[in-house]
């Protein structure tokens, strides 16, 4: 069974820094684009940033030199690094995966079960 499994929210202060981890567990072909999402209370989810197998990302202009997206495809994970965190970062951050199961099936999406992010004023 596939599993993404998260790692690293928690709260923090403005200005403070944290780095969330997502990495895919059980057995899989291959891994496509892999990103983080987050919704806030009240508010629908967004895409925050996301990275192709070899590298390339695309960033949400709200996150552009505040965080980055990273991946080590040995390990399966995919990394967030938030910097310079501001309150209204506040939401439960989940990562995504594009995955293939096996060569012969279809892509289909995964997500984590998703990990509070608070930063306080």
């Known amino acids: 069974q596939v599993q993404l499994v998260e790692s690293g929210g928690g709260l923090v202060q403005s200005g403070g820094s944290l780095r969330l981890s997502c990495a895919v567990s059980?057995?899989?072909?291959?891994?496509?684009?892999m990103g983080w999402y987050r919704q806030a209370p009240g508010k629908e989810r967004e895409l925050v940033a996301a990275?192709?197998?070899?590298?390339?990302?695309n960033y949400a202009d709200f996150v552009k030199g505040r965080f980055t997206i990273s991946r080590d495809n040995a390990k399966r994970t995919v990394y967030l690094q938030m910097n310079s965190l501001k309150p209204e970062d506040t939401a439960v951050y989940s990562c995504?995966?594009?995955?293939?199961?096996?060569?012969?099936?279809?892509?289909?999406?995964?997500w984590g079960q998703g990990t509070q992010v608070t930063v306080s004023s």
């Open positions: 995504n995966a594009v995955i293939r199961v096996t060569w012969r099936s279809h892509d289909h999406n995964y």
């Open positions: 059980g057995s899989i072909f291959s891994i496509g684009v």
């Open positions: 990275i192709t197998g070899g590298g390339s990302t």
